[in-house]
């Protein structure tokens, strides 16, 4: 038996410069563990509340101390005593606290900061890795990664619609391997860009963030990033999309700025469906708004089976919107992020509802990121398969694709990976192949 001694809490700062919530849980027995919580830019409305001051005279109003005061006061007096490999039972207790369907009194902010610390201090507790912690020994599963080339939308003042143009190392052998690749394609990108003079810096989530006159031509400039990198496009290097629709979608209609082009729920539909049958495209996040079912039951019917359609805003890590989708044929895919749900029980059960059902969960971290790499061992733990966090640069970054490294390195001839092997074996295969 190892009980919660001590909670305590302070403000940091991501990978923006915003503040965030920082939560420590120790036990009686000495061990600790903190909890660290992103923030997304391009977030949905459908997702759990982080609480923010409000107050613009400091940190601009974006300053997280009532959440940590919280975290002192409330959580603090409900969680310390408790059981600490009680996950399920202490993350229901601040569910049941903070007594809202959005977590928007205490703060999702505050409440997952705290959940966080409590399976890490567990894992400290058990003498375990995390992952090993979280999954009781059987995640050994590496996940393949997604990651980003280009940065756009919110991530980069909107220069291009599209949030993201990442890659997906499909010829990959190894998750050693998908990052070998993703370096030479990344700085093939960065190479290009340059000697066309279109780089104009760096987005949030450490993806070039480019100069071009219509979404559409990114697509050349990566494909020929690939072909310069050595690949073969789609057979070993395919391309992923974070379309983030909600954000394009406005009165009614979507909206592509750079172009000025405005269309209907199906005209978009028809892009997306398009740009599928065009390119070596494999994944697309978001194609449609949060709330456009019928633009989403459109764009599945059409390429459910060719391509992975990943809902984010559509589910936002929910169970009951999970289950919606599910119903409703909408997707084949899920993105799971921890502070859209605000505990480690829900993300986990989140989860495991999306592989119940035959789909694919995609772990994903935020924008505004933290050096904490707890979601690299839960995408193990969980064996989930994929992992999102941005692209192939900046610290917040690499800590998490390098942790897998370690956790590849620890598990040893006990690890997995199944590579781009997990698409077909849930029924997706893509356009190129059936060529």
């Given at each position: 038996?190892?009980?919660?001694?001590?909670?305590?809490?302070?403000?940091?700062?991501?990978?923006?410069?915003?503040?965030?919530?920082?939560?420590?849980?120790?036990?009686?027995?000495?061990?600790?563990?903190?909890?660290?919580?992103?923030?997304?830019?391009?977030?949905?409305?459908?997702?759990?509340?982080?609480?923010?001051?409000?107050?613009?005279?400091?940190?601009?109003?974006?300053?997280?101390?009532?959440?940590?005061?919280?975290?002192?006061?409330?959580?603090?007096?409900?969680?310390?005593?408790?059981?600490?490999?009680?996950?399920?039972?202490?993350?229901?207790?601040?569910?049941?606290?903070?007594?809202?369907?959005?977590?928007?009194?205490?703060?999702?902010?505050?409440?997952?900061?705290?959940?966080?610390?409590?399976?890490?201090?567990?894992?400290?507790?058990?003498?375990?890795?995390?992952?090993?912690?979280?999954?009781?020994?059987?995640?050994?599963?590496?996940?393949?990664?997604?990651?980003?080339?280009?940065?756009?939308?919110?991530?980069?003042?909107?220069?291009?619609d599209v949030q993201d143009f990442m890659i997906i190392a499909t010829g990959a052998k190894s998750y050693a391997e998908t990052l070998e690749m993703t370096h030479a394609v990344y700085h093939a990108a960065g190479?290009?860009?340059?000697?066309?003079?279109?780089?104009?810096?760096?987005?949030?989530?450490?993806?070039?963030?480019?100069?071009?006159?219509?979404?559409?031509?990114?697509?050349?400039?990566?494909?020929?990033?690939?072909?310069?990198?050595?690949?073969?496009?789609?057979?070993?290097?395919?391309?992923?999309?974070?379309?983030?629709?909600?954000?394009?979608?406005?009165?009614?209609?979507?909206?592509?700025?750079?172009?000025?082009?405005?269309?209907?729920?199906?005209?978009?539909?028809?892009?997306?469906?398009?740009?599928?049958?065009?390119?070596?495209?494999?994944?697309?996040?978001?194609?449609?708004?949060?709330?456009?079912?019928?633009?989403?039951?459109?764009?599945?019917?059409?390429?459910?089976?060719?391509?992975?359609?990943?809902?984010?805003?559509?589910?936002?890590?929910?169970?009951?919107?999970?289950?919606?989708?599910?119903?409703?044929?909408?997707?084949?895919?899920?993105?799971?992020?921890?502070?859209?749900?605000?505990?480690?029980?829900?993300?986990?059960?989140?989860?495991?509802?999306?592989?119940?059902?035959?789909?694919?969960?995609?772990?994903?971290?935020?924008?505004?990121?933290?050096?904490?790499?707890?979601?690299?061992?839960?995408?193990?733990?969980?064996?989930?398969?994929?992992?999102?966090?941005?692209?192939?640069?900046?610290?917040?970054?690499?800590?998490?694709?390098?942790?897998?490294?370690?956790?590849?390195?620890?598990?040893?001839?006990?690890?997995?990976?199944?590579?781009?092997?997990?698409?077909?074996?849930?029924?997706?295969?893509?356009?190129?192949?059936?060529?």
């Amino acid at each position: 038996m190892s009980r919660i001694a001590a909670v305590d809490a302070l403000q940091i700062y991501d990978s923006r410069g915003q503040p965030t919530v920082e939560a420590v849980v120790t036990l009686d027995d000495g061990s600790r563990g903190r909890g660290l919580v992103p923030a997304g830019a391009s977030t949905g409305s459908h997702e759990a509340k982080e609480l923010r001051d409000g107050d613009a005279r400091r940190w601009r109003g974006r300053s997280v101390l009532r959440a940590v005061a919280n975290v002192r006061g409330e959580i603090a007096g409900a969680v310390i005593g408790r059981e600490v490999f009680d996950q399920a039972g202490l993350d229901a207790a601040l569910i049941a606290l903070d007594g809202t369907p959005d977590k928007s009194r205490l703060g999702a902010n505050a409440i997952l900061a705290v959940s966080m610390a409590v399976a890490q201090a567990a894992a400290a507790a058990r003498h375990l890795p995390l992952y090993a912690s979280l999954g009781d020994g059987t995640g050994n599963l590496l996940p393949l990664p997604q990651i980003q080339i280009f940065g756009g939308g919110k991530h980069a003042a909107g220069r291009i619609d599209v949030q993201d143009f990442m890659i997906i190392a499909t010829g990959a052998k190894s998750y050693a391997e998908t990052l070998e690749m993703t370096h030479a394609v990344y700085h093939a990108a960065g190479r290009l860009l340059q000697d066309q003079k279109r780089l104009a810096g760096v987005a949030d989530e450490g993806g070039y963030w480019p100069v071009f006159d219509t979404n559409e031509a990114v697509f050349a400039t990566l494909l020929e990033a690939i072909e310069l990198a050595g690949y073969v496009p789609g057979r070993e290097v395919a391309i992923a999309l974070d379309i983030a629709a909600t954000d394009l979608f406005r009165g009614g209609a979507y909206e592509l700025g750079l172009e000025r082009r405005r269309f209907t729920s199906a005209e978009f539909a028809d892009l997306m469906i398009g740009w599928v049958e065009k390119y070596p495209i494999i994944s697309i996040e978001d194609p449609m708004a949060e709330d456009d079912w019928e633009g989403w039951q459109r764009v599945r019917a059409a390429i459910g089976g060719r391509c992975q359609l990943v809902g984010d805003d559509l589910f936002t890590t929910d169970l009951k919107r999970i289950a919606l989708g599910i119903e409703a044929r909408t997707a084949n895919a899920v993105l799971i992020k921890l502070n859209q749900i605000g505990t480690v029980t829900e993300t986990w059960q989140a989860i495991r509802a999306t592989q119940a059902a035959g789909w694919l969960p995609v772990v994903s971290a935020r924008s505004g990121e933290t050096e904490d790499s707890f979601i690299a061992h839960l995408a193990v733990a969980a064996n989930g398969g994929q992992l999102k966090v941005g692209s192939f640069s900046r610290g917040e970054r690499m800590a998490k694709w390098n942790e897998v490294l370690r956790i590849e390195t620890e598990l040893g001839p006990r690890a997995r990976f199944e590579g781009a092997g997990i698409f077909a074996r849930h029924g997706i295969t893509p356009a190129w192949t059936q060529k």
